[in-house]
């Protein structure tokens, strides 16, 4: 389960920066106190695919 869901947010972090043709960190800086609704919910999917993976490979260093 938990591999189907590291599959999931890496391809959610990457359909999100082809959408965005930038990096999360050039697309958060774009939205700085001009974001729209969808643009800020776009925001908080890529954030939680990130942390995500960020989680899920702090776990996995620890186990190898």
């Known amino acids: ?3 189907r ?8 972090n990457n359909e999100l920066e082809a959408r965005h043709q930038k990096s ?4 958060t ?3 700085k ?5 969808e643009q800020e919910e ?9 942390t995500f993976l ?3 490979q702090n ?3 620890r186990v190898t």
Not at 33 to 37: I, K, S
Not at 42 to 50: F, K, Q, T, Y
């Open 24 to 27: 999360f960190d050039d697309f």
């Open 33 to 37: 106190n001009r974001a729209t609704p």
């Open 54 to 56: 960020r989680k899920w």
């Open 59 to 61: 776990i996995r260093k």
């Open 1 to 3: 389960k938990e591999h």
């Open 29 to 31: 800086a774009s939205l």
């Open 5 to 12: 869901k590291r599959r999931i947010a890496i391809a959610k």
């Open 42 to 50: 776009a925001w908080m999917d890529w954030e939680a695919a990130r």
